[in-house]
């Protein structure tokens, strides 16, 4: 599990959350929760996408199961 802190977006909105793979291909999306289940995604780099309300943070993500 990734776990991701929405304390923030509980008090300023919905949180959503999405990762992609290294070819631009959308692996997940969730809203509204902070843990997200990557057992399913292969091992690899992954770029994540949070969104809360109109700001945006993205970052880089590596998973190994």
């Known amino acids: 599990y990734v776990i ?4 923030q ?4 909105g919905d949180m959503l959350v999405e ?3 290294l070819t631009g291909r959308k692996v997940l999306k ?4 902070n843990h997200v289940n ?3 995604l292969i ?3 992954y ?7 109109d700001k945006v943070q993205t970052g ?5 199961n």
């Open 19 to 21: 990762l992609f793979d």
């Open 43 to 45: 091992d690899g780099f």
């Open 4 to 7: 991701f802190d929405n304390n």
């Open 47 to 53: 770029i994540y996408k949070i969104t809360i309300n």
């Open 9 to 12: 977006a509980n008090q300023r």
């Open 30 to 33: 969730q809203i509204n929760e």
């Open 38 to 40: 990557v057992n399913t």
């Open 60 to 64: 880089k993500l590596t998973i190994k």
